[in-house]
Every structure is written in C-alpha cells, then in structure tokens.
C-alpha cells in the first residue's frame, strides 16, 4: 500500500513564507511526476507546482516567481517553498504522485490528505 503524508501547513501572514513536504512510502517501485494542488472553500482544485523525475517544474501564472517546487532524489520527500503568501493562497494543500509500485509498470495516481494554510491579511 503507499501512503503519501503531507506536512508543515499552517497559519502566517500575509507577506511570510512556509515550506510544507510530502513523502511516499510503501511498496514504490518508481515516482514520475509529482505535483502539488489546492483547493478553497467554494471553488476547484487547482495545480500550484508539479516537477517531473527528471527536475522540470512547471507553475500556474498565480504562483510563479512565489513558489518553488523542490524533490532531493528521484523519489520523496518533495517540497513546495512558499513565500510572498497572500491570503488568497489560503487552501487545504494536497500532493500529488504518479506511482509506479513493485511487480508494474502502470503509474496511478495517489493523494496525500491534505494540509492546511491559512495566511492573515
């Protein structure tokens, strides 16, 4: 089974920074593309960062230059460095991978729960 846990939501202002991980554990063979989501009260989830195995990150206009999407290897931890928050970035967090484990070669996709950031004006 594999678990993706997400840590290091939280509340700050507008203006600060967090940093929140995720980590896969379980039976992994290999990890593609892994991504991070949110979604607020009312509205869609949306992508904020995604970085491929081989390094390549990719961001939305409304995060560009403010978040940084980061992994050490080619597995987890991966990071998302969040800083020049706005309360509009307020959001539960959700990470996002596309896991291939042991015995096969099809990536599905697996979700953390969730974490929350609430930035105050």
């Known amino acids: 089974q594999v678990q993706l846990v997400e840590l290091g939501g939280g509340l700050v202002q507008a203006g600060g920074s967090l940093r929140p991980s995720c980590a896969a554990s379980?039976?992994?063979?290999?990890?593609?593309?892994l991504g991070w989501y949110r979604q607020a009260p009312g509205k869609k989830r949306e992508l904020v960062a995604s970085i491929t195995s081989g390094g390549v990150t990719k961001y939305p206009d409304s995060v560009k230059g403010r978040f940084t999407n980061s992994r050490d290897n080619e597995k987890t931890p991966v990071y998302l460095q969040k800083k020049s928050l706005k309360p509009k970035d307020t959001a539960v967090y959700y990470c996002n991978a596309k896991i291939a484990i042991f015995g096969s070669t099809h990536y599905y996709d697996y979700w953390g729960q969730g974490t929350q950031v609430t930035v105050s004006s």
């Open positions: 379980g039976s992994i063979s290999s990890i593609s593309t």
